[in-house]
């Protein structure tokens, strides 16, 4: 056969799926019978495998082997597996011990594979596809995704104002009405206020007038029901709360309150005003804010919110005085933090009324004038009233009496009146003192009232000590020593102390005294560089060496000034080339000039004025210029040791300008007692103001130069004193006067020349001629 005509190609084997539903309850249950077109003698045995027979979950299927009937098992649960896939096959090629499932990586459903055999377990057809289809039922309710669902929404909101979404799902087949799910509410109170949309679970506002004052919470019992609101349900909660808005003013509780506080205390709570608000508390829409609208002009109280009670607390923030206003009557207004709804009326009892009494009570004492300041003139004499210093005693409306202390008066220096509060000087106030603090004292005065218990006050009194210009300028130093020749070398620097303060003090004013012109020849004073304590002395013409004593007047600057004729002992000295002294004449133009006949002048000279005039003011002019040949200077210096009966002089360091009024003398009863007079006369100091201007004139023979060689001696005082003469010597100009004082011999003296000397010594010779 060349050529086979065409062939007819057995069909495959072919079986339809197969449905059964879930939850089938007859068991076994026959689902279908396969038979194979190749039948073989002593028949065809039939196999299956794959899911729900050989494979988890096993035992739910199975197949007569001889047959072909393939039976259900078990309940099917479509929500584990909705279909299952058993594969069959016929013929000799293998054993169904040697088959392997065959499972397909694409199939989105477990295989279940029917294998058809010979009796020799050879294969008799391909493997085919059994497709069982579990049927769904509705076995599962709808659950909500969570058992209570929360919102919020504002009071007073609009209808249709959405809250919240309730959602649930089922497990049923979606594409049947089994998990066909609707919402509905079933309890939310007395009046239905909130509406659900059946198919998407969205809960809002039904009516107006949710009110959260009314009612601030909403509980609503939702249902979820399948079979599109017919067949199975469940439940859940929907919470709703309401938020609160400002649609409640705060109101007091009453009209008027009434409080008392005690005059002047300050920081303290007088009292409370009570106020209610129906928004929620501790929310800015219940919170209250007070206000003092009348009757507190000076500021005295003020109104905080207690932020627990929601109440409004006055306090006094300044001092009351009972005695100038004893009750306030104040008006407070009370308002939110936040402001009221506009569609909200003000409410009349947002003012209130509150009415403070002021009680009286025991003050203490006020000194007005704290500190008070005064100004003394130092040395103010003891007893001086100085100031008044009186407290006040604020009780207007008691009767009470103040008293006064000292409390602090650390120099003992004031005494005060108990009663009056005079406060007067103890004893001088004087500058300087240790408890001056920058020129002021500081005391303390306690002024105490007579109330149970007593109160008392402490007043500060600060007293300035003016400076007084009591103190004239003292030179400084006393003495020097310059070159004689005018220019280089030829000045002194001088300069000034004063005791008094500012500005009693410098600047000083040196000058050569007024009262000797002729000065001004030979010496000048100039201000050195500006300074306000120095100046410079000046020598205008060559002056002989030796010791010069020029007259100064320094001044002051105070208020009255103050001025003092003082004495400058100068040492004109033999200059150098470099205008400096050469060596060693300096000690001899100071140690020439011990003594000299001007000596025996000052002593003659305050012998006749205590005899005669008996002017204690009157003094001995200065030595003449020096004569080194008249005396023996040790033998005036020592007389008792060359005279036996001459007695041991006596020196005082006496000022020249002292004041100290010289008291009138005995005179001496026989001529040997004038040696003892005079030594006594001269141990009175002499004041520089009755010395006789014709002494210092330039030139004259009374010189300053013995006065200057006396008080550069270092044996006698370094101040213009009275020197004492006890021995001069022989050769002097005025021998026959040395005889007064010489008692070298035991015989009567004889003083018959006195009379020869003139009318000023007449008086001399009737006493001893």
């Known amino acids: 056969r060349q050529h086979e005509g065409p062939r007819r190609v057995k069909r495959a084997w072919v079986i339809p799926p197969i449905s059964v539903s879930e939850n089938h309850k007859r068991i076994p249950h026959l689902l279908v019978q396969i038979k194979s077109d190749k039948q073989q003698p002593g028949g065809v045995i039939y196999s299956i495998k794959g899911p729900g027979v050989d494979e988890e979950p096993l035992g739910i299927f199975s197949i007569d082997k001889f047959s072909g009937k393939v039976f259900l098992n078990a309940m099917l649960d479509r929500e584990e597996n909705d279909r299952y896939r058993v594969r069959m096959l016929l013929g000799a090629t293998a054993s169904p011990r040697g088959l392997q499932p065959d499972h397909d990586p694409t199939a989105l459903h477990p295989q279940l594979k029917a294998f058809a055999l010979d009796l020799g377990g050879v294969t008799l057809e391909d493997p085919t596809d059994l497709e069982i289809i579990v049927v769904d039922q509705n076995d599962n309710r709808p659950l909500f995704r969570q058992d209570v669902f929360t919102g919020r929404v504002v009071e007073g909101a609009e209808p249709g104002t959405c809250v919240m979404t309730v959602d649930a799902t089922d497990a ?15 309890h939310q109170g007395a009046v239905e206020m909130f509406s659900i949309n059946a198919t998407t679970g969205e809960i809002c506002t039904a009516r107006p007038g949710l009110d959260r004052e009314i009612m601030g919470v909403y509980n609503l019992t939702v249902q979820a029901a399948d079979m599109s609101g017919d067949g199975l349900t469940t439940t859940a909660m929907a919470v709703i709360y309401l938020e609160d808005i400002n649609d409640n003013p705060p109101e007091f509780t009453k009209e008027e309150f009434s409080m008392e506080v005690e005059e002047q205390a300050v920081g303290v709570d007088v009292g409370k005003v009570f106020v209610h608000d129906k928004d929620l508390a501790g929310s800015p829409s219940w919170l209250a804010k007070f206000t003092i609208l009348e009757g507190d002009p000076e500021g005295a109280f003020a109104i905080r919110t207690d932020p627990h009670t929601n109440d409004g607390v006055l306090s006094v923030v300044k001092p009351l005085d009972h005695e100038v206003r004893d009750r306030f009557e104040l008006t407070v207004s009370v308002q939110n933090e936040r402001p009221l709804e506009p569609s909200v009326p003000a409410s009349p009892r947002a003012l209130a009324t509150v009415r403070v009494k002021v009680r009286d009570v025991n003050e203490a004492p006020v000194f007005r004038d704290n500190p008070r300041r005064i100004s003394v003139l130092e040395g103010t004499a003891p007893g001086t009233a100085i100031t008044t210093y009186t407290a006040s005693d604020p009780d207007t409306h008691q009767i009470q009496s103040i008293s006064y202390a000292l409390l602090y008066d650390p120099a003992d220096w004031l005494r005060l009146d108990p009663h009056s509060g005079t406060v007067r000087t103890k004893r001088e106030l004087l500058h300087p003192s240790a408890f001056l603090q920058g020129g002021w004292y500081i005391a303390l005065l306690l002024a105490r009232d007579d109330a149970e218990p007593p109160l008392s006050a402490t007043g500060t009194l600060s007293i300035e000590i003016l400076e007084v210009n009591d103190h004239a300028p003292q030179l400084q130093p006393p003495a020097g020593v310059l070159c004689g020749r005018p220019g280089r070398g030829g000045t002194l620097l001088l300069g000034a102390t004063d005791d008094d303060r500012p500005p009693h003090g410098a600047p000083f004013h040196f000058q050569l005294s007024p009262q000797h012109p002729q000065l001004a020849r030979n010496w000048s004073i100039a201000r050195f560089n500006g300074e306000l304590t120095h100046a410079v002395l000046a020598v205008l013409a060559e002056l002989p060496e030796g010791p010069y004593s020029l007259p100064l007047l ?29 060596d060693g004449v300096l000690a001899a133009a100071t140690a020439g000039a011990g003594i000299t006949l001007g000596a025996l002048m000052i002593i003659l000279g305050s012998t006749i004025l205590l005899l005669g005039e008996r002017d204690p003011h ?17 033998q005036l210096r020592h007389p008792e040791l060359f005279s036996p009966r001459a007695k041991p002089p006596l020196r005082r360091d006496a000022p020249l300008t002292s004041g100290t009024p010289l008291a009138p003398r005995k005179l001496p009863s026989s001529p040997s007692d004038i040696e003892d007079f005079i030594n006594e006369v001269g141990q009175s100091p002499a004041p520089l103001s009755s010395v006789p201007h014709r002494c210092w004139a330039d030139g004259d023979p009374l010189s300053l130069q013995g006065l200057e060689a006396a008080d550069s001696d270092p044996s006698v005082p370094p101040y213009d004193t009275a020197l004492i003469y006890d021995y001069e010597g022989s050769g002097s100009v005025a021998s026959p006067l040395s005889s007064i004082v010489s008692s070298l011999t035991d015989e009567d003296q004889d003083y018959d020349y006195l009379s020869e000397w003139g009318p000023r010594f007449r008086r001399l010779a009737d006493l001893y001629g």
């Open 172 to 186: 049923d087949d979606p594409d049947t009405d089994n998990a066909a799910l609707r919402y509905s509410i079933l």
């Open 554 to 582: 320094l001044r002051d600057s105070g208020t009255p000034p103050r001025e003092q004729q003082q004495l400058l002992n100068v040492s004109v000295c033999r200059c150098g080339r470099d205008g400096t002294c050469l």
């Open 618 to 634: 009157n003094s001995i002019p200065p030595p003449w210029h020096p004569s080194s040949d008249a005396y023996d200077i040790n």
